[in-house]
Each structure stands twice: as structure tokens, then as C-alpha cells.
């Protein structure tokens, strides 16, 4: 399963972004989707998860009522709305895949994992 995420970018603190990721086979479509950040000198972190059939979603206590993530089951693709981003949300996005249908924190439930999108949000 190749991963391959779009969307980021430049922008201000308190805009917006959204990232997006579509997964070359279905083997996403019974299986969770999500994605984790890194930021330069820090580690891996969880961001947000959704469901595989999109209606259950957890989101990590940093983005909760800023991001919203969502996801378009025919066609294996995972959006991840970013609102009023802070510098603190600068880096690289990686989307995953579950071994799951449902959402988890760890890092370790996901089985593929994506190239990354660099996200960039200046002061």
C-alpha cells in the first residue's frame, strides 16, 4: 500500500490548511486511517484518527477543536482540516493506516505509514 499525501505548505498563525491523503488500494477502506506529525528535535506524535467507515473520529489534546479530520471511504482518501494553526504545529504530517476499523493513539496499531507532508507556520 503506497500512501501519498498532499497539501502542505506556508501559511500564518491562525489560518488554515488542509493536508490530504489517498491510499493506492482499497485495503484501506476496512481499516482506520490517520495521521501523526513531526517537528524538528522532537519526537513522533499523534494527531488524529478516524474510523473506517468514517464516523468515529480522536484527535490528540493539542489539535482537539482546531483540526477535524474526515475521510471519503470510496475512494481510500483521508482529509485533515487544520484551523487556526500556531508555530507550534510546524512539521511534517504523515498519514497511516490501521490494523484496525477503529481509531487509535499508538503508533504502533498503524501498519503503513506515508511519505509526509511538511506543514510550515510562521510567527
Known amino acids: 500500500v503506497q500512501l501519498q499525501a498532499s497539501g502542505g505548505g506556508l501559511v500564518q498563525a491562525g489560518g488554515s490548511l488542509r493536508i490530504s491523503c489517498a491510499a493506492s488500494?482499497?485495503?484501506?477502506?476496512?481499516?482506520?486511517m490517520g495521521w501523526f506529525r513531526q517537528a524538528p528535535g522532537k519526537e513522533r506524535e499523534f494527531v488524529a484518527a478516524?474510523?473506517?467507515?468514517?464516523?468515529?473520529?480522536i484527535y490528540s489534546d493539542s489539535v482537539k477543536g482546531r483540526f477535524t479530520i474526515s475521510r471519503d471511504y470510496g475512494q481510500g482518501v483521508v482529509y485533515l482540516q487544520m484551523n487556526s494553526l500556531k508555530p507550534e504545529d510546524t512539521a511534517i504530517y504523515y498519514c497511516?493506516?490501521?490494523?484496525?476499523?477503529?481509531?487509535?493513539?499508538?503508533?504502533?496499531?498503524?501498519?503503513?505509514w506515508g511519505q509526509g507532508t511538511l506543514v510550515t507556520v510562521s510567527s
Open positions: 497511516v493506516v490501521g490494523r484496525r476499523a477503529v481509531p487509535r493513539l499508538e503508533s504502533s496499531e498503524y501498519v503503513y
Open positions: 488500494k482499497r485495503t484501506s477502506s476496512n481499516n482506520a
Open positions: 478516524v474510523s473506517w467507515n468514517g464516523g468515529g473520529t
